[in-house]
């Protein structure tokens, strides 16, 4: 690794970082250098291997890094049988884990197996949802969440940003909206959430799932907020897919509507981040979701599957993870 780390680590911090972690976890400390793989919001993410494993180390990139939170998950899939990374160990700011064999189902250009495996991904994902946990929101290092109940998350509301400003009409109404139908949700016990579930993070390798990645966004609450995350996220064409795999009976009125709720308040944060990073392209289709989900809504004709859809499939040009 010779180019600077997005999150202002000196990379020979980094390796030393990797080695100590590799140790300690009984792993051959030796590894290849840093190779960067791909970034986000929270982590910047490097490939490397030891002579026996492939791996990953991601780096904080901003603000607080949630690595414990990421291992506790990543344990739990595991002893429930569910493919996922293995973490070896991690700092306040360097964490190392198993990469998973394949590549990223949004990366693959085969249509028919992505239909396949996002209906796959759909059976998997149910299983994560069978299991409990304490609190709804962002999990902490023991799986407990920052709300103690569905409603609190729900309306918990930041301030938007100086950036939203033009979207502050839409963004009151959106609020307003999900203050008048929480009584319409489910009022069942906090599930285990991906909480940023979306094709990039199911790996895939000869037709079927190896890994579900990217464990840091963790979260208790309802299932159909996963859903409705990736139906945001994905071509119809996907979603309807991945939505034949979890559901064993189509969504009757009640499942519908709670996610088009889920959505508007997903899609909501999502316009506060897209507008703060300058991202037009997202901004305006954010905002284009929230309208017609709104207008779904109050016509009572809310949408399994959302009215307005990212664009067609994508193709393999993206980076392999």
Request: proline share 8%; charged share 20%; glycine share 10%.
């Amino acid at each position: 690794m010779t180019t600077p780390d997005p999150g202002g680590l000196d990379p020979g911090d980094i390796d030393a970082a990797v080695a100590d972690i590799l140790e300690a976890a009984g792993v051959d400390p030796g590894h290849t250098p840093l190779l960067a793989r791909h970034g986000g919001l929270d982590h910047t993410v490097y490939a490397t291997r030891t002579p026996e494993h492939q791996l990953l180390v991601k780096t904080v990139a901003g603000g607080p890094g949630r690595f414990p939170a990421a291992a506790w998950a990543a344990a739990t899939l595991a002893a429930a049988g569910i493919p996922a990374p293995r973490v070896l160990g991690y700092t306040s700011r360097v964490c190392v884990e198993t990469r998973c064999p394949g590549r990223a189902l949004d990366t693959t250009d085969d249509l028919p197996t992505m239909g396949a495996v996002a209906a796959a991904a759909g059976a998997l994902l149910r299983r994560v949802h069978a299991i409990t946990v304490s609190g709804f929101g962002r999990l902490d290092a023991a799986g407990r969440g920052t709300h103690p109940d569905l409603r609190a998350w729900l309306l918990d509301r930041r301030p938007p940003p100086a950036s939203a400003t033009p979207c502050r009409a839409l963004l009151d109404e959106v609020h307003h909206t999900l203050a008048e139908h929480p009584g319409q949700l489910a009022a069942a016990g906090a599930r285990l959430l991906h909480g940023d579930w979306a094709a990039r993070h199911v790996i895939t390798a000869d037709g079927r799932v190896t890994g579900l990645v990217d464990l840091a966004s963790v979260r208790g609450g309802d299932p159909l907020t996963d859903l409705a995350a990736w139906s945001l996220q994905e071509p119809a064409a996907l979603t309807r897919a991945h939505f034949t795999g979890y559901f064993r009976t189509p969504p009757d009125k009640a499942a519908r509507t709670a996610l088009t709720l889920y959505r508007l308040r997903i899609a909501a944060s999502l316009l506060a981040v897209h507008t703060t990073g300058n991202d037009t392209v997202h901004t305006l289709l954010r905002a284009r979701q929230l309208r017609a989900d709104l207008e779904d809504l109050a016509r009572g004709t809310p949408r399994a599957v959302p009215r307005i859809c990212p664009g067609p499939l994508r193709t393999a040009t993206q980076t392999v993870r």
